[in-house]
Protein backbone atom coordinates (compact mmCIF):
# COMPACT_ATOMS: atom_id res chain seq x y z
CA UNK A 1 0.00 0.00 0.00
CA UNK A 2 1.29 3.57 -0.97
CA UNK A 3 1.01 5.99 1.89
CA UNK A 4 0.35 9.01 0.54
CA UNK A 5 -2.49 11.01 1.75
CA UNK A 6 -3.22 12.33 5.32
CA UNK A 7 -6.15 9.44 5.05
CA UNK A 8 -3.46 6.62 4.67
CA UNK A 9 -1.78 7.52 6.85
CA UNK A 10 -4.19 7.03 9.82
CA UNK A 11 -4.50 3.20 7.83
CA UNK A 12 -0.87 3.16 8.69
CA UNK A 13 -1.01 4.68 12.16
CA UNK A 14 -3.90 1.68 12.81
CA UNK A 15 -1.06 -1.07 11.34
CA UNK A 16 1.57 -0.11 13.82
CA UNK A 17 0.28 -0.16 17.03
CA UNK A 18 -1.66 -3.04 16.18
CA UNK A 19 2.01 -4.68 15.50
CA UNK A 20 3.29 -2.77 18.61
CA UNK A 21 0.51 -4.16 20.98
CA UNK A 22 1.72 -7.57 19.70
CA UNK A 23 5.60 -7.02 20.81
CA UNK A 24 6.36 -9.58 23.71
CA UNK A 25 10.20 -10.12 23.66
CA UNK A 26 13.39 -8.29 22.13
CA UNK A 27 13.29 -9.77 18.73
CA UNK A 28 9.56 -8.88 18.43
CA UNK A 29 11.08 -5.46 18.95
CA UNK A 30 13.62 -5.26 16.89
CA UNK A 31 11.89 -6.75 13.66
CA UNK A 32 9.45 -3.86 14.49
CA UNK A 33 12.34 -1.79 15.11
CA UNK A 34 13.67 -2.26 11.78
CA UNK A 35 10.05 -2.46 9.80
CA UNK A 36 9.06 1.65 10.98
CA UNK A 37 11.67 3.13 12.75
CA UNK A 38 14.73 2.03 10.92
CA UNK A 39 16.66 4.03 8.38
CA UNK A 40 14.69 1.99 5.45
CA UNK A 41 11.58 1.59 7.65
CA UNK A 42 7.77 2.35 6.52
CA UNK A 43 7.79 5.79 8.83
CA UNK A 44 11.42 7.30 7.06
CA UNK A 45 10.03 6.41 3.47
CA UNK A 46 7.15 8.30 3.72
CA UNK A 47 9.16 11.57 2.95
CA UNK A 48 9.68 9.95 -0.60
CA UNK A 49 6.18 10.61 -1.59
CA UNK A 50 6.83 14.44 -0.38
CA UNK A 51 8.16 15.48 -3.67
CA UNK A 52 5.66 14.35 -6.07
CA UNK A 53 2.97 16.67 -3.74
CA UNK A 54 1.47 19.57 -4.43
CA UNK A 55 2.94 22.14 -2.25
CA UNK A 56 -0.07 22.58 -0.38
CA UNK A 57 -0.76 19.23 0.72
CA UNK A 58 3.06 18.58 1.35
CA UNK A 59 2.99 20.63 3.89
CA UNK A 60 0.08 18.96 5.89
CA UNK A 61 1.21 15.42 5.16
CA UNK A 62 4.85 16.19 6.00
CA UNK A 63 3.20 17.70 9.45
CA UNK A 64 1.28 14.24 10.18
CA UNK A 65 3.93 12.37 8.75
CA UNK A 66 6.39 13.29 10.92
CA UNK A 67 4.04 13.67 13.80
CA UNK A 68 3.08 9.73 13.84
CA UNK A 69 6.87 8.98 13.70
CA UNK A 70 7.42 11.16 16.52
CA UNK A 71 4.27 9.25 18.34
CA UNK A 72 5.69 5.64 17.27
CA UNK A 73 9.44 6.17 18.28
CA UNK A 74 8.25 7.33 21.62
CA UNK A 75 6.04 4.59 22.30
CA UNK A 76 8.80 2.60 21.42
CA UNK A 77 11.41 3.91 23.55
CA UNK A 78 8.95 3.25 26.57
CA UNK A 79 9.61 -0.57 26.08
CA UNK A 80 6.12 -1.64 27.58
CA UNK A 81 6.58 -5.26 26.38
CA UNK A 82 9.30 -6.01 28.66
CA UNK A 83 7.09 -6.83 31.72
CA UNK A 84 4.89 -8.90 29.02
CA UNK A 85 7.97 -10.52 28.26
CA UNK A 86 8.23 -11.85 31.69
CA UNK A 87 4.62 -12.70 31.62
CA UNK A 88 5.13 -14.94 28.65
CA UNK A 89 8.53 -16.53 29.96
CA UNK A 90 7.84 -19.71 31.15
CA UNK A 91 11.14 -19.17 33.28
CA UNK A 92 8.66 -19.26 36.84
CA UNK A 93 6.00 -21.84 36.28
CA UNK A 94 4.64 -22.67 39.42
CA UNK A 95 3.30 -25.80 38.28
CA UNK A 96 6.77 -27.42 38.61
CA UNK A 97 7.42 -29.62 41.27
CA UNK A 98 9.63 -27.55 44.30
CA UNK A 99 13.45 -28.28 44.40
CA UNK A 100 13.75 -31.15 46.54
CA UNK A 101 15.59 -30.05 50.35
CA UNK A 102 16.88 -32.46 53.15
CA UNK A 103 14.25 -32.58 55.41
CA UNK A 104 15.61 -32.95 59.43
CA UNK A 105 14.92 -35.66 61.63
CA UNK A 106 14.60 -36.06 65.42
CA UNK A 107 17.77 -37.04 67.33
CA UNK A 108 17.84 -40.66 68.36
CA UNK A 109 17.51 -39.86 72.02
CA UNK A 110 14.50 -37.41 71.43
CA UNK A 111 12.51 -40.65 69.56
CA UNK A 112 13.34 -43.42 71.94
CA UNK A 113 12.50 -40.69 75.07
CA UNK A 114 9.26 -39.75 72.37
CA UNK A 115 8.13 -43.37 72.25
CA UNK A 116 8.58 -43.70 75.98
CA UNK A 117 6.78 -41.29 77.25
CA UNK A 118 3.66 -41.91 74.56
CA UNK A 119 3.44 -45.87 75.97
CA UNK A 120 3.69 -44.78 79.25
CA UNK A 121 1.39 -41.88 78.99
CA UNK A 122 -1.19 -44.29 77.40
CA UNK A 123 -1.25 -46.07 80.25
CA UNK A 124 -2.08 -43.37 82.32
CA UNK A 125 0.67 -41.74 83.56
CA UNK A 126 1.15 -37.79 83.15
CA UNK A 127 4.36 -35.95 82.91
CA UNK A 128 6.10 -34.11 85.45
CA UNK A 129 9.55 -32.39 85.65
CA UNK A 130 11.96 -30.85 87.84
CA UNK A 131 15.31 -28.78 87.56
CA UNK A 132 18.50 -30.40 86.55
CA UNK A 133 20.27 -28.27 89.18
CA UNK A 134 18.82 -29.82 92.58
CA UNK A 135 19.26 -28.97 96.33
CA UNK A 136 21.05 -32.47 98.51
CA UNK A 137 17.55 -32.40 100.09
CA UNK A 138 15.83 -33.86 96.95
CA UNK A 139 18.54 -35.12 94.82
CA UNK A 140 19.84 -37.66 98.18
CA UNK A 141 17.82 -36.77 101.55
CA UNK A 142 14.50 -37.17 101.18
CA UNK A 143 14.55 -40.43 99.15
CA UNK A 144 16.60 -42.24 102.24
CA UNK A 145 20.21 -41.25 101.35
CA UNK A 146 20.79 -38.96 104.82
CA UNK A 147 24.54 -37.46 105.09
CA UNK A 148 27.20 -40.27 104.74
CA UNK A 149 25.23 -42.73 103.49
CA UNK A 150 27.03 -45.14 101.90
CA UNK A 151 24.78 -45.05 98.36
CA UNK A 152 26.11 -41.41 97.99
CA UNK A 153 29.46 -42.85 96.99
CA UNK A 154 27.97 -44.89 94.16
CA UNK A 155 26.48 -41.45 92.54
CA UNK A 156 29.59 -39.64 91.77
CA UNK A 157 28.19 -36.40 91.96
CA UNK A 158 29.01 -33.36 90.71
CA UNK A 159 28.48 -30.68 93.69
CA UNK A 160 28.11 -26.96 92.31
CA UNK A 161 27.83 -26.23 96.35
CA UNK A 162 27.78 -27.18 99.85
CA UNK A 163 23.86 -28.21 99.24
CA UNK A 164 23.12 -28.02 95.47
CA UNK A 165 24.11 -30.52 93.16
CA UNK A 166 23.54 -31.75 89.47
CA UNK A 167 20.67 -34.16 89.75
CA UNK A 168 22.33 -37.39 89.38
CA UNK A 169 19.01 -39.14 88.67
CA UNK A 170 15.23 -38.21 88.22
CA UNK A 171 14.24 -39.44 91.28
CA UNK A 172 13.63 -36.18 93.13
CA UNK A 173 10.67 -35.23 90.93
CA UNK A 174 8.86 -38.31 92.69
CA UNK A 175 9.78 -36.20 96.06
CA UNK A 176 8.83 -32.59 94.19
CA UNK A 177 5.27 -34.63 92.71
CA UNK A 178 5.10 -36.29 96.32
CA UNK A 179 5.20 -32.54 98.28
CA UNK A 180 2.39 -30.94 95.76
CA UNK A 181 -0.15 -33.75 94.98
CA UNK A 182 -2.30 -35.84 97.11
CA UNK A 183 -2.66 -39.75 96.07
CA UNK A 184 -3.50 -41.29 94.04
CA UNK A 185 -0.27 -40.39 91.66
CA UNK A 186 0.37 -41.42 88.80
CA UNK A 187 3.58 -39.67 86.97
CA UNK A 188 7.03 -40.13 84.74
CA UNK A 189 9.94 -37.81 84.82
CA UNK A 190 11.87 -37.69 81.44
CA UNK A 191 15.15 -35.61 81.93
CA UNK A 192 18.33 -35.43 81.87
CA UNK A 193 20.57 -36.27 85.08
CA UNK A 194 24.83 -35.64 85.59
CA UNK A 195 27.36 -38.42 86.91
CA UNK A 196 31.03 -37.64 87.44
CA UNK A 197 32.21 -40.50 85.32
CA UNK A 198 35.45 -40.98 83.15
CA UNK A 199 34.12 -40.80 79.81
CA UNK A 200 33.82 -43.93 77.85
CA UNK A 201 32.50 -45.96 74.34
CA UNK A 202 30.05 -46.64 77.69
CA UNK A 203 29.77 -44.34 79.77
CA UNK A 204 29.41 -40.31 79.81
CA UNK A 205 28.97 -37.54 82.34
CA UNK A 206 25.51 -36.76 81.64
CA UNK A 207 22.34 -38.73 80.13
CA UNK A 208 18.73 -39.22 80.38
CA UNK A 209 16.32 -40.64 82.41
CA UNK A 210 12.48 -41.88 82.92
CA UNK A 211 11.08 -42.32 86.12
CA UNK A 212 8.08 -43.49 86.84
CA UNK A 213 5.84 -43.26 89.95
CA UNK A 214 2.85 -44.58 91.16
CA UNK A 215 1.09 -43.95 94.74
CA UNK A 216 -2.57 -45.25 95.78
CA UNK A 217 -4.17 -47.53 98.15
CA UNK A 218 -3.79 -51.35 97.79
CA UNK A 219 -0.42 -50.83 94.72
CA UNK A 220 0.94 -54.02 95.22
CA UNK A 221 4.29 -55.46 93.74
CA UNK A 222 2.38 -57.39 91.02
CA UNK A 223 0.70 -53.82 90.04
CA UNK A 224 4.94 -52.94 89.07
CA UNK A 225 5.10 -56.63 87.60
CA UNK A 226 1.94 -56.12 85.22
CA UNK A 227 3.06 -52.37 84.67
CA UNK A 228 6.74 -52.99 83.47
CA UNK A 229 5.79 -55.90 81.51
CA UNK A 230 2.48 -54.11 79.34
CA UNK A 231 5.15 -51.77 78.99
CA UNK A 232 8.18 -53.61 77.91
CA UNK A 233 5.66 -55.88 75.49
CA UNK A 234 4.51 -52.57 73.64
CA UNK A 235 7.96 -51.05 73.41
CA UNK A 236 10.30 -54.22 72.42
CA UNK A 237 8.31 -56.95 71.56
CA UNK A 238 4.35 -57.74 72.15
CA UNK A 239 5.97 -61.03 73.06
CA UNK A 240 8.87 -60.04 75.62
CA UNK A 241 9.49 -61.62 78.19
CA UNK A 242 10.88 -60.05 81.54
CA UNK A 243 12.96 -61.08 84.28
CA UNK A 244 13.10 -59.60 87.60
CA UNK A 245 16.04 -59.57 89.66
CA UNK A 246 16.52 -58.31 93.71
CA UNK A 247 18.54 -55.52 93.75
CA UNK A 248 19.11 -52.25 96.26
CA UNK A 249 18.17 -48.53 96.15
CA UNK A 250 17.73 -46.63 99.49
CA UNK A 251 14.60 -45.50 98.42
CA UNK A 252 12.78 -48.78 97.71
CA UNK A 253 12.06 -51.98 99.08
CA UNK A 254 12.27 -54.09 98.25
CA UNK A 255 14.20 -53.18 95.20
CA UNK A 256 14.69 -55.12 91.84
CA UNK A 257 16.66 -54.59 88.73
CA UNK A 258 14.54 -55.81 85.52
CA UNK A 259 16.17 -57.64 82.42
CA UNK A 260 13.79 -57.84 79.13
CA UNK A 261 14.15 -60.99 77.36
CA UNK A 262 16.99 -59.70 74.52
CA UNK A 263 15.01 -58.31 71.16
CA UNK A 264 17.16 -58.99 68.58
CA UNK A 265 17.94 -62.98 69.34
CA UNK A 266 14.82 -63.03 71.34
CA UNK A 267 16.64 -64.64 74.32
CA UNK A 268 18.94 -67.18 72.32
CA UNK A 269 22.05 -65.12 72.72
CA UNK A 270 23.83 -62.65 70.92
CA UNK A 271 26.57 -59.75 71.02
CA UNK A 272 23.40 -57.15 71.82
CA UNK A 273 23.27 -59.17 75.04
CA UNK A 274 26.27 -60.45 75.36
CA UNK A 275 25.29 -64.02 75.10
CA UNK A 276 23.07 -64.02 78.13
CA UNK A 277 19.22 -63.35 76.07
CA UNK A 278 19.15 -60.59 79.05
CA UNK A 279 18.94 -56.94 78.45
CA UNK A 280 19.10 -55.10 82.17
CA UNK A 281 17.06 -52.09 81.41
CA UNK A 282 15.57 -50.37 85.08
CA UNK A 283 15.93 -49.92 88.32
CA UNK A 284 12.52 -50.37 90.19
CA UNK A 285 10.79 -51.15 93.77
CA UNK A 286 7.96 -50.38 96.09
CA UNK A 287 8.52 -46.84 97.02
CA UNK A 288 10.65 -46.93 101.51
CA UNK A 289 8.20 -45.86 103.81
CA UNK A 290 10.55 -43.68 104.85
CA UNK A 291 10.65 -41.39 101.13
CA UNK A 292 6.46 -41.66 102.35
CA UNK A 293 7.20 -40.11 105.49
CA UNK A 294 9.28 -37.49 104.28
CA UNK A 295 6.65 -36.15 102.33
CA UNK A 296 4.15 -36.39 104.14
CA UNK A 297 2.17 -39.33 102.79
CA UNK A 298 0.30 -41.76 105.21
CA UNK A 299 2.48 -45.08 104.96
CA UNK A 300 -0.82 -47.18 106.67
CA UNK A 301 -2.96 -45.86 103.66
CA UNK A 302 -0.88 -45.57 100.56
CA UNK A 303 1.55 -47.87 98.81
CA UNK A 304 3.50 -47.13 95.39
CA UNK A 305 6.18 -48.22 92.68
CA UNK A 306 8.66 -46.15 91.11
CA UNK A 307 10.78 -47.48 88.23
CA UNK A 308 13.67 -45.37 86.62
CA UNK A 309 15.24 -46.31 83.35
CA UNK A 310 17.89 -44.95 81.14
CA UNK A 311 17.33 -43.74 77.95
CA UNK A 312 20.51 -43.76 76.34
CA UNK A 313 21.01 -47.15 77.25
CA UNK A 314 17.68 -47.85 75.40
CA UNK A 315 18.54 -46.06 72.76
CA UNK A 316 22.14 -47.75 72.02
CA UNK A 317 20.44 -51.19 72.32
CA UNK A 318 17.68 -50.85 69.65
CA UNK A 319 19.94 -48.86 67.13
CA UNK A 320 23.06 -51.25 67.97
CA UNK A 321 25.14 -47.94 68.42
CA UNK A 322 28.95 -48.71 70.32
CA UNK A 323 29.25 -45.31 71.37
CA UNK A 324 27.23 -43.38 73.38
CA UNK A 325 29.84 -40.46 72.72
CA UNK A 326 28.15 -40.52 69.07
CA UNK A 327 24.74 -39.43 70.24
CA UNK A 328 26.34 -36.18 72.12
CA UNK A 329 28.54 -34.97 68.81
CA UNK A 330 25.95 -33.88 66.33
CA UNK A 331 27.74 -35.08 63.68
CA UNK A 332 24.73 -34.68 61.05
CA UNK A 333 26.68 -38.18 59.43
CA UNK A 334 25.15 -40.28 61.68
CA UNK A 335 22.02 -38.32 63.00
CA UNK A 336 20.97 -38.54 59.13
CA UNK A 337 20.79 -42.17 60.26
CA UNK A 338 17.77 -42.14 62.09
N1 LIG B 1 17.18 -43.62 90.48
C1 LIG B 1 17.69 -44.93 90.20
C2 LIG B 1 18.99 -44.80 89.40
O1 LIG B 1 19.30 -43.75 88.95
C3 LIG B 1 16.72 -45.76 89.40
C4 LIG B 1 15.48 -46.06 90.19
C5 LIG B 1 14.39 -45.24 90.12
C6 LIG B 1 15.40 -47.20 91.00
C7 LIG B 1 13.24 -45.54 90.83
C8 LIG B 1 14.28 -47.49 91.68
C9 LIG B 1 13.20 -46.66 91.62
O2 LIG B 1 19.73 -45.75 89.23
Known amino acids: MEY ?18 AIVSDTDAEN ?23 EEERKTFGAAANALRREVEERFAEAPWQNKAEAADP ?10 FQAGSLHPL ?15 FSVAYGPDVESDYYNFQALNMPPLHPARDMQD ?12 HTSPVQIRVMEAQKPPI ?8 YRNEAISARSYCMFHQVEGLYVDENVSFADLKGTLLAFSRRFFDKNTKIKIRPSFFPFTEPSVEVDVECFLCKGKGCNICKHSGWLEILGAGMVHPNVFKACGIDTEKYTGFAFGMGIERIALLKYGIDDIRL ?11 F
Open 186 to 193: RIIAPGRV
Open 32 to 54: FRLKYLGKKGVLRDLVKSLSSMP
Open 110 to 124: AKIRGELVEILVDMG
Open 91 to 100: GFDPTLPGYP
Open 327 to 337: LYENDVRFLRQ
Open 157 to 168: TFYIGEKSVLRT
Open 4 to 21: NTVESLETLRGEAFSEFG
